[in-house]
T-cell receptor, first 114, second 117 residues
């Protein structure tokens, strides 16, 4: 069964450093998403992406964040200058159709900023 | 406003008991989808069910069942004869059209379910 994959599973970085979280969505999916979950809290939407551009973004997704689909398979989330409060689990998701379709989630990347 | 409320922060039951997780949602849209996801201790999000707003039939999948009631804006999840492996955090989520923000899921805070042997 096709699945969304994410690398790395755990990333530790120092405050102020740039990090890139990588995701490989399901191959025939066209819509991509990033969500964040601070430990013990609810899942929060960050951004959705379609046709090589951002469709929607939340208040969390400020200028420190960017997304990119550098090639036909990868979908990346970059945090330019990490802060302690960026420590969270980051989930990538993809769907075949937008809006109401089921989003398939990757296993997540745990980001720890020290 | 779009909102999902899971009032039960944590539930603890003994194995083989039935347990119901509550989910109440708010939306002004007539077309929307409701979801349940399971997050086991390993951290991944596991899709359980999607239900559209026009289908109020209850659904059963093995030991899992879902009760969707538009009149009370609720989409409750029941596990029958619970097992230790059911221990996880369960999230209810809403996706609606014509939202102020499309293309996203609105999540509840989650209910931590602990099944004791």
């Amino acid at each position: 069964e096709p699945e969304v994959t994410q690398t790395p599973s755990h990333q530790v970085t120092q405050m102020g450093q740039e990090v890139i979280l990588r995701c490989v969505p399901i191959s025939n999916h066209l819509y991509f998403y990033w969500y964040r979950q601070i430990l013990g809290q609810k899942v929060e939407f960050l951004v959705s992406f379609y046709n090589n551009e951002i469709s929607e973004k939340s208040e969390i997704f400020d200028d420190q964040f960017s997304v990119e689909r550098p090639d036909g398979s990868n979908f990346t989330l970059k945090i330019r200058s990490t802060k302690l409060e960026d420590s969270a689990m980051y989930f990538c998701a993809s769907s075949e159709y937008p809006d109401l379709d089921e989003q398939y989630f990757g296993p997540g990347t745990r980001l720890t900023v020290t | 406003a779009q909102k999902v409320t899971q009032a039960q922060t944590e539930i603890s039951v003994v194995e083989k008991e039935d347990v119901t997780l509550d989910c109440v949602y708010e939306t002004r849209d007539t077309t929307y989808y409701l979801f349940w996801y399971k997050q086991p201790p390993s951290g991944e999000l596991v899709f359980l069910i999607r239900r559209n707003s026009f289908d109020e039939q209850n659904e059963i999948s093995g030991r899992y069942s879902w009760n969707f009631q538009k009149s009370t804006s609720s989409f409750n999840f029941t596990i029958t004869a619970s097992q230790v492996v059911d221990s996880a955090v369960y999230f209810c989520a809403l996706s609606a059209t014509h939202m102020d923000s499309n293309y996203q899921l609105i999540w509840g805070a989650g209910t931590k379910l602990i099944i004791k042997p």
